[in-house]
C-alpha cells in the first residue's frame, strides 16, 4: 500500500457497466451485455460495448470500472500479439487467456490495487467450449452458464432451470433474452439496448444492438402503492 | 581442427566467417556418449549409451524429464546439460502456472536456442557444450528437436547425437521413412537396434543404455531396467548370461552418488512404475 499517493491505486470505481450473461449452446458460446456505462446512479454513457473478441478463439465480456476492461484490453492485445507473433502455428485458447486473466486480477488484488472488473471469458477451440468468470479478488471459476453482478441473482436461477446441453443458436438467443428481460426490469443499471454475441469454431460474431420488448401495464405498476398507503 | 589466432574468443569472426569458439563447442558435443531420437506420430523415443568411469562408480544421468510431454536427452558437457534442463522445467512449469497448459515444445525448443544464441555473443560467456535432444508432445503432435551450441536448432524424425552417432544414424536413414506410422513398441525397438549401432560390437545390455518414452495418453518417463532388458531378449540373438546389474549395487550408489543416479539403474530395485527415482 501506498503511503504517498493513495490515489495511486483504485479506491472505487466511476464509470461502470452492469450484468454480463453467458451460456454455452450447441455450437459454442453465447453472451450477452448491455451497452450501459452508468456514472454513480447517472446512466450517463449508452453505446459502451461491453463484449469483445479476444484472438481467434475468445469472448470477453466485463462488467464494473469500463476504464479497467480497457486496460485489461490493452493486456490481452500485447499478450495475443506476442502469441501471434511466435508464429508457429500454436495459439492461446480461452482457457489459457482465462487462466492469465486469473493471474492478473489476482495479483493486482494482492497489491490492494484491483482492476475493478468481473470479467466473463468464453471461446472454443478445437471443437472444446469453455467459458469461465473471474473477478476482482480473484475468484475464478468454469460454468456451462456464467452472469456477473446482478446478473447472479436474477438471470443463474432462470439459467439453472432452462439451460441443457445442446441448445440451439436459436434457443440460447431466447433464453438469454428472457434474462435479459427481467435485469432491464430489475437492475437500475441496466439499458435497453443489449448486445449479444456468439464465438464457434469459425469465429466471433458481434452482433448489432436491439431492444428488448417490455411491458408495463401490469396492474401492480399501475397502482404501485396500493398495498402500503403513504408511500411513494 | 587446429589452433589458430581466431579462436581465443567467441566474439572474434575468423576472416573466412567462422566462430571457432562456438564450432569446438560442437566439438564437445561430438565427444559425449551417444544420444538417439526418434518419433512416430504419436510417440517419441530417446535413448543413450550410460557408460560409467569404472565398476566402482554410477552411470551419469543423461535424459531428464522437462514435464510430462516433453524430455531431453543431451550428450557433450552434462553440468551444461543439467544447468538447461533446470531452465527448460523452470519455464514449463512458469507458463502452466500462468496458462494452466502445456507449454508447446516448438516454443520451448525456440527459447532454448536463443539462450544458447546470447552465449555465443557476449565476450563474458562460453556457448554451452552440450547438444540436446529434445522430445515432447503437444497439439500438433509429436516432435523431436536437436538444440545444438550454436542457437541452431532443427526437427527431425529422427537423430543420433554424441560419439559414434554415425553408425546409429546410418541404421536410422535406412528406417526413417516408416517410423511415423510405427507403433510404440516398434519405435523402442528402433531405439534400442540404433542404440546397439553406437555401441559397435560391444553386447547391449540394460546396464549401459537408458530408454525414455513419452507419447499420446503417456506421460514422458524412462523405462526401467528390467523391461528394457526383456525389450533387447525380444531381438537378440542370443540371451545374455549376465545378471542384471541392479540388485547388489543400490544401497552403494544411493551413498556414493545421489545426484548421479540414473533411471536405468535404480528403476529394477525401486519397483516397475517406470520412472526415475529422480522425476520430477
Not at chain 2, 55 to 78: C, M, P, R, Y
Not at chain 2, 133 to 150: F, I, K, Q
Request: proline share 3%; glycine share 8%.
Amino acid at each position: 500500500m501506498a503511503t504517498v499517493g493513495e490515489t495511486q491505486r483504485t479506491l472505487y470505481p466511476y464509470v461502470t457497466g452492469s450484468s454480463v450473461v453467458a451460456i454455452k449452446y450447441k455450437d459454442g458460446i453465447l453472451m450477452a451485455a448491455d451497452m450501459g456505462g452508468s456514472y454513480g446512479s447517472t446512466l450517463r454513457y449508452k453505446s459502451v460495448e461491453r463484449i469483445k473478441p479476444i484472438g481467434k478463439h475468445s469472448l470477453l465480456g466485463a462488467s464494473g470500472e469500463i476504464s479497467d476492461f480497457q486496460e485489461i484490453l490493452r493486456y490481452l492485445d500485447e499478450l495475443i500479439l506476442y502469441d501471434n507473433m511466435w508464429d508457429d502455428g500454436n495459439s492461446l485458447g480461452p482457457k489459457e487467456v482465462h487462466n492469465y486473466l486469473t493471474r492478473v486480477m489476482y495479483n493486482r488484488r494482492n497489491k490492494f490495487n484491483p482492476l475493478w472488473n468481473a470479467l466473463v471469458l468464453g471461446g472454443v477451440k478445437n471443437g472444446e467450449k469453455y467459458l469461465g468468470m473471474v473477478n476482482m479478488i480473484g475468484i475464478n471459476f468454469e460454468d456451462n452458464h456464467v452472469a456477473t453482478g446482478l446478473g447472479n441473482h436474477l438471470a443463474r436461477p432462470i439459467l439453472r432451470e432452462e439451460w441443457h446441453e445442446s441448445l440451439t443458436f436459436e434457443e440460447g438467443v431466447k433464453l438469454l433474452e428472457k434474462c435479459m428481460r427481467v435485469l432491464l426490469y430489475r437492475d437500475r443499471s441496466a439499458v435497453n439496448k443489449i448486445q449479444i454475441s456468439k464465438i464457434t469454431e469459425e469465429g466471433a460474431t458481434l452482433f448489432p444492438p436491439f431492444s428488448l420488448k417490455t411491458y408495463w401495464e401490469f396492474s401492480a405498476f399501475k397502482n404501485p402503492t396500493v398495498g402500503a398507503e403513504g408511500s411513494w | 581442427m587446429f589452433r589458430n589466432q581466431y579462436d581465443t574468443d567467441v566474439t572474434t569472426w575468423s576472416p573466412a566467417g567462422r566462430l571457432f569458439q562456438v564450432e569446438y563447442a560442437m566439438e564437445a558435443v561430438k565427444q559425449g556418449s551417444a544420444a538417439i531420437g526418434l518419433r512416430s506420430k504419436t510417440h517419441v523415443v530417446l535413448a543413450c549409451v550410460n557408460k560409467a568411469n569404472s565398476e566402482l562408480s554410477s552411470h551419469q544421468k543423461k535424459i531428464f524429464k522437462v514435464d510430462n510431454h516433453i524430455g531431453v536427452a543431451i550428450a557433450g558437457l552434462t553440468a551444461d546439460g543439467r544447468v538447461l534442463s533446470r531452465y527448460m522445467r523452470s519455464e514449463c512449469i512458469n507458463y502452466n502456472y500462468t496458462y494452466e497448459s502445456l507449454l508447446p515444445v516448438g516454443r520451448l525448443v525456440v527459447q532454448l536456442a536463443d539462450k544458447a544464441q546470447v552465449c555465443t555473443q557476449r565476450s563474458w560467456k562460453r556457448p554451452y557444450g552440450v547438444g540436446l535432444l529434445v522430445a515432447g508432445l503437444d497439439e500438433s503432435g509429436a516432435h523431436l528437436y536437436y538444440n545444438c551450441p550454436s542457437g541452431n536448432y532443427f526437427e527431425y524424425q529422427a537423430f543420433a547425437i554424441g560419439s559414434r552417432s554415425q553408425a546409429a544414424k546410418t541404421y536410422l536413414e535406412r528406417r526413417f521413412e516408416n517410423f511415423m506410422s510405427s507403433s510404440r513398441e516398434d519405435l523402442i525397438k528402433d531405439a534400442l537396434i540404433a542404440t546397439r549401432e553406437s555401441l559397435q560390437g560391444e553386447k547391449l545390455r540394460s546396464s549401459v543404455c537408458t530408454v525414455a518414452v513419452v507419447g499420446v495418453g503417456e506421460a514422458f518417463h524412462i523405462l526401467d531396467q528390467e523391461t528394457v532388458q526383456q525389450l533387447i531378449d525380444t531381438f537378440e540373438i542370443v540371451k545374455e548370461e549376465e545378471a542384471p546389474p541392479a540388485e547388489p549395487q543400490p544401497a552403494t550408489e544411493q551413498d556414493a552418488a545421489a545426484e548421479q543416479a540414473s533411471g536405468a539403474d535404480q528403476g529394477g530395485a525401486a519397483g516397475d512404475q517406470g520412472g526415475s527415482p529422480m522425476d520430477i
